[in-house]
């Protein structure tokens, strides 16, 4: 899955409302973004990588590349 779920987003946070969570996200530097209806969306790779989730080892930086 590409997003935390619902309830993995209160695991992570200890939080159930979502201005709650998003204090919680935001002292983690753990970016996000808000439905319209007001709930979060977190992606999963955002996470492993902040967090150091097995993920993180497994992406490689870009080489550098000259654009002419």
């Known amino acids: 899955m590409l997003t935390l779920s619902a309830a993995e987003l209160r695991d992570l946070t200890a ?3 979502c201005d709650a969570q998003r204090r919680v996200l ?3 530097g753990i970016q ?6 007001g709930s ?3 992606l999963r790779t955002v996470v492993d990588l902040r967090l150091g989730g097995h993920h993180a080892a497994t992406i490689q930086p ?3 590349e000259l654009h002419l």
């Open 40 to 42: 979060l969306v977190v």
């Open 26 to 28: 935001e002292s983690l």
């Open 62 to 64: 870009r080489e550098p």
């Open 15 to 17: 939080k159930r409302r």
């Open 32 to 37: 996000y973004a808000v439905r319209p209806d």
